[in-house]
């Protein structure tokens, strides 16, 4: 997330699996991580955005999975709940409306979008995905939620799936070179990127480029390292790739231009 130019990391899990609510604000300038009042619930596979000018977390896991919404800040709080509970979630926003996609119940894959604009309310977007997924890359362009790959109970997915924020129609529209899960999407300089992730079962180090126009998916460069389930946040004309496994938790911030 970003909150007035500072990059924000909440919650996640560290070596050996522990989950943890310890938050970090990053300049991005210096690259000086500071910690921050930590989450009042711990959670791991959460999602976040900034919503009504907060930064939030949705969800996520611990012992079990999690409705609770966080706002992050001076005093850490829970401000509301999503409808049911859940993790391996992903937030997009389009500045205005944070959609949630995805996720995992604790049973199955739920296959639901929702949107909310402050925390506290949501509303259905799209009652059903044609794919239910865990994990996808998700980003928002041209009034279109873009969602990549994702994991299903038998494996990942090569699925991209698109939803009109507008009128909740959804279909699949392409499909990428190979399954993908755990990777992330974003919007930077008029494009749709999709990074990292988990490609046959390992890190993946491919950036890969998506025409909304003919939904192909191009692989235009390399990450430093292989790596999946990092965060990503968008400054201007520059993203952040945040931690992540590479197959190991690692702190590296990678800066894509």
């Given at each position: 997330m970003v909150d007035h130019g500072r990059l924000i990391v909440a919650g996640g899990l560290t070596t050996g699996d522990k989950t943890v609510g310890t938050v970090y604000g990053i300049d991005p300038a210096t690259g000086i991580s500071t910690p921050m009042p930590a989450l009042p619930t711990p959670v791991h596979d959460?999602?976040?955005?900034?919503?009504?000018?907060?930064?939030?977390?949705?969800?996520?896991?611990?012992?079990?999975?999690?409705?609770?919404?966080?706002?992050?800040?001076?005093?850490?709080?829970?401000?509301?709940?999503?409808?049911?509970?859940?993790?391996?979630?992903?937030?997009?926003?389009?500045?205005e409306t944070t959609y949630v996609v995805g996720g995992y119940d604790g049973r199955t894959a739920i296959g639901d979008v929702l949107r909310t604009?402050?925390?506290?309310?949501?509303?259905?977007?799209?009652?059903?995905?044609?794919?239910?997924?865990?994990y996808p890359a998700v980003a928002v362009f041209g009034g279109t939620l873009w969602i990549f790959g994702g994991e299903l109970a038998t494996g990942d997915t090569d699925a991209i799936q698109s939803v009109d924020v507008k009128t909740g129609a959804v279909a699949i529209v392409g499909h990428l070179a190979a399954p993908v899960g755990h990777a992330n999407a974003f919007v930077l300089r008029g494009s749709v990127w999709v990074v990292g992730g988990r490609a046959g079962n390992a890190p993946s180090n491919n950036i890969r480029r998506f025409d909304p126009t003919t939904h192909a998916v191009t692989v235009t460069g390399k990450l430093p390292i292989p790596v999946r389930d990092s965060a990503v946040a968008v400054i201007g004309d520059t993203a952040y790739l945040l931690g992540g496994q590479a197959p190991n938790p690692i702190n590296d911030v990678v800066l894509l231009r």
């Open positions: 959460c999602a976040g955005s900034i919503v009504g000018g907060r930064p939030v977390v949705f969800g996520g896991g611990n012992t079990t999975e999690s409705s609770a919404v966080q706002v992050v800040g001076t005093t850490p709080s829970v401000i509301g709940h999503l409808p049911t509970a859940r993790a391996d979630l992903t937030a997009a926003s389009d500045g604009t402050d925390g506290v309310n949501f509303t259905v977007v799209a009652a059903k995905l044609p794919i239910a997924v865990r």
